[in-house]
Protein backbone atom coordinates (compact mmCIF):
# COMPACT_ATOMS: atom_id res chain seq x y z
CA UNK A 1 0.00 0.00 0.00
CA UNK A 2 1.45 3.69 -1.07
CA UNK A 3 0.00 6.97 -0.19
CA UNK A 4 -1.62 8.26 -2.81
CA UNK A 5 -1.53 12.04 -2.76
CA UNK A 6 -4.38 13.49 -5.02
CA UNK A 7 -5.53 17.04 -4.68
CA UNK A 8 -9.76 17.78 -4.30
CA UNK A 9 -10.19 21.18 -6.55
CA UNK A 10 -12.52 23.26 -6.46
CA UNK A 11 -13.53 22.19 -2.67
CA UNK A 12 -15.06 24.83 0.25
CA UNK A 13 -11.97 23.90 2.03
CA UNK A 14 -10.59 26.42 -0.23
CA UNK A 15 -13.24 29.22 1.19
CA UNK A 16 -11.60 28.67 4.76
CA UNK A 17 -7.91 27.86 4.24
CA UNK A 18 -8.10 31.84 3.06
CA UNK A 19 -9.82 33.58 5.29
CA UNK A 20 -7.76 35.33 8.55
CA UNK A 21 -10.90 34.35 10.85
CA UNK A 22 -12.73 31.16 12.46
CA UNK A 23 -15.66 29.73 10.73
CA UNK A 24 -18.13 30.02 13.93
CA UNK A 25 -21.71 28.96 12.47
CA UNK A 26 -22.07 24.96 12.89
CA UNK A 27 -23.52 24.50 10.16
CA UNK A 28 -21.23 26.40 7.27
CA UNK A 29 -18.18 24.89 9.16
CA UNK A 30 -19.83 21.25 8.63
CA UNK A 31 -20.26 21.50 5.17
CA UNK A 32 -16.87 22.71 4.87
CA UNK A 33 -15.03 19.68 7.28
CA UNK A 34 -17.61 17.07 5.41
CA UNK A 35 -15.73 18.85 1.76
CA UNK A 36 -12.17 18.74 3.13
CA UNK A 37 -12.39 15.48 4.88
CA UNK A 38 -13.85 12.85 2.62
CA UNK A 39 -11.36 10.97 2.20
CA UNK A 40 -11.62 9.63 5.81
CA UNK A 41 -14.77 7.76 4.27
CA UNK A 42 -12.30 4.94 2.87
CA UNK A 43 -9.15 4.82 3.54
CA UNK A 44 -6.77 1.45 4.54
CA UNK A 45 -3.66 1.46 6.92
CA UNK A 46 -1.38 -0.72 8.36
CA UNK A 47 0.71 0.52 11.42
CA UNK A 48 2.71 -0.67 14.75
CA UNK A 49 0.70 0.18 18.21
CA UNK A 50 3.30 0.38 21.45
CA UNK A 51 0.86 -0.16 25.12
CA UNK A 52 2.42 1.07 28.23
CA UNK A 53 -0.39 0.53 30.97
CA UNK A 54 1.37 2.69 33.50
CA UNK A 55 -1.73 2.57 36.06
CA UNK A 56 -0.28 -1.48 36.38
CA UNK A 57 3.00 -0.84 35.56
CA UNK A 58 3.05 -3.10 32.25
CA UNK A 59 4.62 -2.63 28.77
CA UNK A 60 1.97 -5.17 26.51
CA UNK A 61 3.01 -6.80 23.51
CA UNK A 62 3.49 -4.71 20.24
CA UNK A 63 0.72 -5.18 18.18
CA UNK A 64 0.50 -4.46 14.15
CA UNK A 65 -3.21 -3.55 13.44
CA UNK A 66 -4.10 -4.02 9.47
CA UNK A 67 -7.45 -1.72 8.94
CA UNK A 68 -9.94 -1.09 6.20
CA UNK A 69 -12.86 0.38 5.37
CA UNK A 70 -14.97 1.74 2.55
CA UNK A 71 -18.60 2.56 1.83
CA UNK A 72 -19.29 -1.50 1.20
CA UNK A 73 -18.09 -1.75 5.04
CA UNK A 74 -14.67 -2.94 7.16
CA UNK A 75 -12.15 -5.08 8.14
CA UNK A 76 -9.70 -5.00 11.36
CA UNK A 77 -6.66 -7.55 11.51
CA UNK A 78 -4.99 -7.30 14.60
CA UNK A 79 -1.56 -9.07 14.60
CA UNK A 80 0.37 -10.34 17.65
CA UNK A 81 4.14 -11.81 16.70
CA UNK A 82 5.20 -14.75 18.90
CA UNK A 83 9.01 -13.42 19.22
CA UNK A 84 7.42 -9.80 20.43
CA UNK A 85 5.05 -11.08 22.70
CA UNK A 86 7.48 -14.36 24.14
CA UNK A 87 5.25 -17.13 23.54
CA UNK A 88 5.71 -19.80 20.90
CA UNK A 89 2.49 -18.59 18.64
CA UNK A 90 1.21 -15.46 16.88
CA UNK A 91 -1.92 -14.44 17.55
CA UNK A 92 -3.97 -12.99 14.18
CA UNK A 93 -7.67 -12.09 14.96
CA UNK A 94 -9.81 -10.46 12.27
CA UNK A 95 -13.14 -9.19 12.75
CA UNK A 96 -15.29 -7.77 9.04
CA UNK A 97 -18.64 -6.77 8.32
CA UNK A 98 -19.96 -6.80 4.53
CA UNK A 99 -22.62 -4.40 4.60
CA UNK A 100 -23.74 -4.50 1.70
CA UNK A 101 -24.93 -8.41 1.98
CA UNK A 102 -25.15 -7.81 5.56
CA UNK A 103 -22.69 -9.84 6.89
CA UNK A 104 -20.26 -10.31 9.81
CA UNK A 105 -17.38 -12.48 10.46
CA UNK A 106 -14.66 -12.98 13.21
CA UNK A 107 -12.18 -15.34 13.20
CA UNK A 108 -9.58 -16.40 15.67
CA UNK A 109 -7.12 -17.37 13.29
CA UNK A 110 -6.11 -20.28 14.75
CA UNK A 111 -9.59 -22.53 14.30
CA UNK A 112 -13.10 -21.14 15.29
CA UNK A 113 -14.76 -18.12 13.04
CA UNK A 114 -18.00 -17.15 14.00
CA UNK A 115 -20.95 -15.36 11.64
CA UNK A 116 -23.72 -13.52 11.76
CA UNK A 117 -26.15 -10.92 10.34
CA UNK A 118 -26.71 -8.78 13.73
CA UNK A 119 -22.84 -7.50 14.12
CA UNK A 120 -23.72 -6.63 17.81
CA UNK A 121 -23.67 -10.80 18.26
CA UNK A 122 -20.10 -10.03 17.49
CA UNK A 123 -19.05 -7.06 18.56
CA UNK A 124 -18.11 -5.59 15.52
CA UNK A 125 -19.56 -1.77 15.81
CA UNK A 126 -17.20 -1.57 18.86
CA UNK A 127 -13.66 -3.06 17.25
CA UNK A 128 -12.69 0.67 16.80
CA UNK A 129 -9.02 0.66 16.69
CA UNK A 130 -7.68 3.37 18.50
CA UNK A 131 -6.78 5.42 15.49
CA UNK A 132 -10.26 5.85 14.59
CA UNK A 133 -10.61 8.19 17.28
CA UNK A 134 -6.94 10.25 16.21
CA UNK A 135 -8.83 10.51 12.99
CA UNK A 136 -12.57 11.25 14.49
CA UNK A 137 -14.47 8.93 12.06
CA UNK A 138 -16.59 5.61 13.40
CA UNK A 139 -17.03 3.19 10.30
CA UNK A 140 -17.42 0.90 12.62
CA UNK A 141 -20.25 1.78 13.74
CA UNK A 142 -22.12 3.73 11.02
CA UNK A 143 -21.66 0.75 8.54
CA UNK A 144 -23.06 -1.13 11.35
CA UNK A 145 -26.38 1.06 11.48
CA UNK A 146 -25.30 2.35 15.17
CA UNK A 147 -25.41 5.46 16.23
CA UNK A 148 -21.96 8.10 15.32
CA UNK A 149 -20.10 9.04 18.31
CA UNK A 150 -19.93 12.84 18.99
CA UNK A 151 -16.17 12.91 19.01
CA UNK A 152 -16.90 12.82 14.92
CA UNK A 153 -16.55 16.63 14.31
CA UNK A 154 -19.49 16.77 11.69
CA UNK A 155 -21.99 14.62 14.20
CA UNK A 156 -20.35 16.84 17.18
CA UNK A 157 -21.33 19.69 14.79
CA UNK A 158 -24.47 19.12 14.54
CA UNK A 159 -25.28 17.89 18.28
CA UNK A 160 -27.12 20.96 18.40
CA UNK A 161 -25.07 21.67 21.94
CA UNK A 162 -21.54 22.48 19.72
CA UNK A 163 -19.70 26.26 20.33
CA UNK A 164 -16.76 26.73 18.46
CA UNK A 165 -14.50 29.37 19.63
CA UNK A 166 -13.96 32.60 18.12
CA UNK A 167 -10.59 32.53 17.74
CA UNK A 168 -8.13 29.96 16.55
CA UNK A 169 -5.72 27.80 18.91
CA UNK A 170 -2.30 26.27 18.35
CA UNK A 171 -2.04 22.39 19.06
CA UNK A 172 1.33 20.71 18.53
CA UNK A 173 1.94 23.37 16.26
CA UNK A 174 -0.91 23.89 14.17
CA UNK A 175 -3.49 26.63 14.06
CA UNK A 176 -6.68 24.96 14.75
CA UNK A 177 -10.53 25.48 14.80
CA UNK A 178 -11.60 24.72 18.14
CA UNK A 179 -15.47 22.95 18.48
CA UNK A 180 -16.54 21.98 22.29
CA UNK A 181 -19.40 19.55 23.31
CA UNK A 182 -21.48 20.61 26.34
CA UNK A 183 -23.83 18.91 28.46
CA UNK A 184 -26.87 20.49 28.03
CA UNK A 185 -28.36 18.26 30.83
CA UNK A 186 -26.24 20.20 33.62
CA UNK A 187 -26.43 23.50 34.81
CA UNK A 188 -24.48 25.54 34.27
CA UNK A 189 -23.56 23.19 30.98
CA UNK A 190 -20.58 21.36 31.49
CA UNK A 191 -17.62 20.45 28.87
CA UNK A 192 -17.73 17.05 27.96
CA UNK A 193 -14.78 17.21 24.93
CA UNK A 194 -12.92 19.26 22.59
CA UNK A 195 -11.84 18.55 19.29
CA UNK A 196 -9.09 20.76 17.40
CA UNK A 197 -8.95 20.50 13.53
CA UNK A 198 -6.70 22.75 11.43
CA UNK A 199 -8.09 24.08 7.91
CA UNK A 200 -4.53 24.05 6.57
CA UNK A 201 -4.61 20.48 6.83
CA UNK A 202 -7.73 20.09 5.52
CA UNK A 203 -9.44 19.99 8.88
CA UNK A 204 -7.69 16.77 10.24
CA UNK A 205 -7.96 16.67 13.73
CA UNK A 206 -5.36 17.71 15.59
CA UNK A 207 -6.50 16.91 19.20
CA UNK A 208 -9.88 15.88 20.86
CA UNK A 209 -10.09 15.55 24.55
CA UNK A 210 -12.72 13.98 26.21
CA UNK A 211 -13.82 14.67 29.81
CA UNK A 212 -15.12 12.72 32.85
CA UNK A 213 -18.42 13.12 34.60
CA UNK A 214 -19.87 14.98 36.41
CA UNK A 215 -16.10 16.79 37.64
CA UNK A 216 -14.63 17.38 34.40
CA UNK A 217 -11.49 16.03 34.64
CA UNK A 218 -9.00 14.33 31.73
CA UNK A 219 -10.75 10.77 30.59
CA UNK A 220 -8.73 10.60 27.33
CA UNK A 221 -7.45 12.42 24.35
CA UNK A 222 -6.12 11.13 20.77
CA UNK A 223 -4.23 13.41 19.10
CA UNK A 224 -1.86 13.51 15.51
CA UNK A 225 1.84 14.02 16.29
CA UNK A 226 3.14 13.54 12.68
CA UNK A 227 0.98 13.66 9.25
CA UNK A 228 1.43 13.77 5.44
CA UNK A 229 0.39 17.59 4.42
CA UNK A 230 -1.61 17.14 1.48
CA UNK A 231 -3.09 20.75 1.57
CA UNK A 232 -6.15 22.62 2.93
CA UNK A 233 -8.45 20.54 0.18
CA UNK A 234 -7.80 17.13 1.21
CA UNK A 235 -7.52 16.23 4.98
CA UNK A 236 -4.22 15.03 6.40
CA UNK A 237 -3.04 11.86 7.12
CA UNK A 238 -1.55 10.52 10.27
CA UNK A 239 1.93 9.15 10.48
CA UNK A 240 2.43 8.89 14.00
CA UNK A 241 -0.14 9.28 16.81
CA UNK A 242 -1.06 9.12 20.43
CA UNK A 243 -3.91 8.07 22.88
CA UNK A 244 -3.85 8.87 26.35
CA UNK A 245 -6.45 8.14 28.95
CA UNK A 246 -6.64 8.89 32.92
CA UNK A 247 -8.10 7.74 35.86
CA UNK A 248 -8.73 9.91 38.63
CA UNK A 249 -7.08 12.64 37.12
CA UNK A 250 -3.67 10.76 36.53
CA UNK A 251 -2.46 9.47 33.13
CA UNK A 252 -3.40 5.64 33.49
CA UNK A 253 -2.07 4.63 29.64
CA UNK A 254 -0.46 5.52 26.69
CA UNK A 255 -0.70 3.90 23.22
CA UNK A 256 1.51 5.21 20.21
CA UNK A 257 0.73 4.66 16.86
CA UNK A 258 2.94 4.77 13.81
CA UNK A 259 2.40 4.26 10.15
CA UNK A 260 4.22 1.12 8.78
CA UNK A 261 6.27 1.71 5.56
CA UNK A 262 9.67 1.95 4.24
CA UNK A 263 12.02 4.22 1.77
CA UNK A 264 9.29 7.38 2.29
CA UNK A 265 6.73 4.83 0.97
CA UNK A 266 3.81 4.78 3.82
CA UNK A 267 1.02 2.20 4.25
CA UNK A 268 -1.82 4.51 4.63
CA UNK A 269 -3.74 5.11 1.44
CA UNK A 270 -7.33 6.37 0.03
CA UNK A 271 -9.11 3.03 -1.76
CA UNK A 272 -12.15 2.88 -4.05
CA UNK A 273 -13.52 -0.32 -2.38
CA UNK A 274 -12.97 -3.19 0.25
CA UNK A 275 -12.59 -6.80 -0.83
CA UNK A 276 -13.98 -8.71 1.74
CA UNK A 277 -13.55 -12.19 0.76
CA UNK A 278 -12.10 -14.12 3.00
CA UNK A 279 -10.52 -17.90 3.15
CA UNK A 280 -10.73 -20.32 5.89
CA UNK A 281 -8.15 -22.73 6.02
CA UNK A 282 -10.21 -26.40 6.64
CA UNK A 283 -11.04 -27.92 9.68
CA UNK A 284 -11.89 -24.23 10.86
CA UNK A 285 -15.35 -24.36 13.03
CA UNK A 286 -17.79 -22.23 11.44
CA UNK A 287 -20.17 -21.13 14.16
CA UNK A 288 -23.50 -19.67 12.87
CA UNK A 289 -25.06 -17.12 15.75
CA UNK A 290 -27.95 -16.94 13.25
CA UNK A 291 -28.89 -20.66 13.19
CA UNK A 292 -26.94 -21.86 16.27
CA UNK A 293 -25.48 -24.17 13.95
CA UNK A 294 -21.46 -25.47 13.43
CA UNK A 295 -20.20 -26.27 10.17
CA UNK A 296 -16.50 -27.39 9.89
CA UNK A 297 -14.39 -26.56 6.60
CA UNK A 298 -13.45 -29.41 5.26
CA UNK A 299 -11.79 -27.55 1.99
CA UNK A 300 -10.16 -24.76 1.63
CA UNK A 301 -12.54 -22.64 -1.16
CA UNK A 302 -13.92 -19.20 -1.48
CA UNK A 303 -17.91 -18.48 -0.66
CA UNK A 304 -20.29 -16.13 1.65
CA UNK A 305 -19.18 -16.79 5.24
CA UNK A 306 -22.90 -17.85 5.43
CA UNK A 307 -22.28 -20.96 2.65
CA UNK A 308 -22.56 -24.49 4.40
CA UNK A 309 -18.95 -25.62 3.53
CA UNK A 310 -17.41 -22.54 4.88
CA UNK A 311 -15.95 -19.15 4.78
CA UNK A 312 -14.01 -17.38 2.11
CA UNK A 313 -10.72 -15.44 3.91
CA UNK A 314 -8.10 -13.06 2.29
CA UNK A 315 -4.47 -14.14 3.32
CA UNK A 316 -3.43 -13.65 6.87
CA UNK A 317 -0.90 -11.46 7.76
CA UNK A 318 2.29 -13.14 8.68
CA UNK A 319 6.17 -12.32 9.82
CA UNK A 320 8.66 -12.46 6.66
Request: aromatic share 6%; with cysteine; proline share 6%.
Amino acid sequence: MLLLLLAVPGSLANVSSAADRVVTDPLILSAIMTAARGDLAHLELTYVVNRVDIENSRQMPKQHYHVAWAENGFRVQVLTLGEEANRPFDDDILRQYDAVAGEGLMFDGVADAYVSTVPSLLGLSEAMPEMVGVLGVFPMRTLCGEANLKTDPIELLGSGNAVVAPNFVTVNGVQCVAVSLLDPSTSPMTLRATGYYAPSLGYAQVRMDVFSEPDGRPLGRWEMLDWIDRGPDSVALPLSARHTRWTDGDVAGVIDMTIEGTGGQRAIDTIDGLNLQFDLPAGTAVHNYDTGKVTIVSVLHRESPFATAGVARTPAMHSS
